[in-house]
Every structure is written in structure tokens, then in C-alpha cells.
């Protein structure tokens, strides 16, 4: 009787009756991105949707999938690798190699148009910005929401997050103890909930917050740890930057 679980059960159940479907793409360096798919139709303009770093596809997008349809979109979702069911043997845990799985995967699966719109919400923004600069061919616009992709490692010792440096990052964005996910809430949303029972939170950790931990920890260390924003690349898409008066 895991909330987490029926949560988890009935975002799946919101992308089926949406008309997607799943799929696991292999590639040749042994990964395996996990994929909801949409039906074919030449008429919806396609767009990869990346999720963050605290969710996996389904309940990040659940909530926008039908709005974006009606508005003619075409939605594919993939897990990122370590999230989700998409996984890879590789040792590389920096953001292009996430964007470089991506494009691979979407190249793989037969009648996807070869140019798309992408929209990436935190960490799926900084992968959406190499996959726009790494692939210009296939990235036809881009949205980031809430990506900070001009962060330099010294902004966090700087004080301008609320966090001084990575592993105290690791330790929210994968929180392993009631009081982690709690904090996490709070810097999170804007409004967060009032009341949050220790049992629901200890299940969410149990269900979401215990797989791939390290290798998750490897990829935030990979994205802050020496970054600066002179070595961020240059893009030439169209891109639009979403961020709220909270983020």
C-alpha cells in the first residue's frame, strides 16, 4: 500500500490514455533510453521533453500532456539515463553525454521527423543546451525552464543558491532521510504544502530517492564541479528561457 507506488501507477495511466506509448531504445555503447512514445501524425509538430533532476519523465509531464496536444504538439519523453528505466554501462556522467544518448535514441526510432523542438526544466535544460549546440541539424527550437545554464561552480560558494557547494546539493536533490526531502520541499515550491506526514515522505524516499544514487551524485559532480560560464558553447537556435519570479 505504497502512495509513492499508486502516485507513480496512475502518471503512467495518464500517458497511456494520452495516446503514448513505451519504448526501450538500445544503443550501441550499451545504454538503453527508455521512451513514451506518441502516436504517429504527421500534423503534430514534434518536441522532446526533458525532465529534472528530482523526477523521472512521467511525473514530471503527466500534468501537461493533453494541453500540449491540443495545442498540436507531439510529445516524446524520454527517462534520462539513471532515471526512469534508462540506464548505461558508460563511465561519462557529464550533460553532453546525456544530450549525446538522447539524439541517438531519437535517431534510432523509426518516423521521428528529422527536426524537433526541445524544452528541458532544470538539469533536462542543461542537457537540452548541448543537444542544441552538439546536433544543431535536429534541434529546431529550444526552451529551457528554470536551467541555469550560466552557472559557474563559484556561484555556490558565493552565496547565490542556497546551497555552499555540491555534496550539500546531492544531499537535497537526493535526499535520503525525512528532513532532507522536507528542506527540498521548501526550496522547491513556491507554495510548498503545509502538512507533510513522516510515513509519506519516508515511502517517497523508499519508492523514488534510493536507485542509482551514486551514479546520480556522478552526474551532478559532473555538471557543477569546474564549470564556468567562458566555457559555456555558443548556440544559434531560437530559444526561449522561461524563469519564474520564485526560481
Known sequence: MSPTLARDRCYARAFRSAGLRQAAVPLPDGAVVHFWLPRPDPALHPVLLLHGFGANATWQWAPFLRPLLAAGLAPFVPDLVFFGNSASPAADRSPAYQAASVAAAMAALPGVPQRYSVVG??????????????????????????????????????????????????????????????????????????????????????????????????????????RKLSDLPKINQQTLIIWGEQD
Open 121 to 226: 526544466v532544470s538539469y533536462g535544460g542543461f542537457v537540452a543546451y548541448h543537444l542544441a549546440h552538439a546536433f544543431p541539424a535536429v534541434v529546431e527550437r529550444l526552451v529551457l525552464v528554470a536551467a541555469g545554464v550560466c552557472l559557474e561552480e563559484a556561484d555556490l560558494a558565493s552565496g547565490l543558491f542556497a546551497v555552499d557547494d555540491i555534496s550539500e546539493a546531492a544531499s537535497l536533490l537526493l535526499p535520503q532521510r525525512p528532513e532532507d526531502l522536507r528542506r527540498l520541499v521548501e526550496l522547491t515550491f513556491c507554495k510548498p504544502p503545509k502538512f507533510m506526514p513522516s510515513c509519506f515522505i519516508r515511502d517517497y524516499i523508499r519508492v523514488m530517492c534510493t536507485e542509482n544514487v551514486k551514479e546520480k551524485t556522478e552526474l551532478l559532480y559532473a555538471l557543477i564541479s569546474g
